[in-house]
């Protein structure tokens, strides 16, 4: 569902790429490439490492709204 939203969203940047403007041209390339970047890198790689890595802290929130701290 996300890969797929980001990739909508990035081929929407992409048309700016015909535009005669160049600076729209630029833009679009900029907002087009860090999407999917995000989409594929960030949210497919480092999002689920950091949670393996955190571990029970990655759930501090929910662990504090459980014992009715806060």
Do not use: K, Q, Y
Not at 22 to 50: N, W, Y
């Amino acid at each position: 569902m996300i890969t797929s939203a980001g990739i909508i969203f990035a081929s929407t940047f992409v048309a700016l790429l015909s535009s005669p403007v160049v600076t729209l041209a630029e833009t679009g390339f900029a907002v087009a490439a860090g999407l999917l970047l995000d989409t594929f890198v960030v949210r497919s790689l480092i999002v689920p490492a950091c949670a393996a890595l955190l571990e029970d802290h990655n759930w501090w929130p929910t662990r504090m709204l459980r014992h009715g701290i806060g």
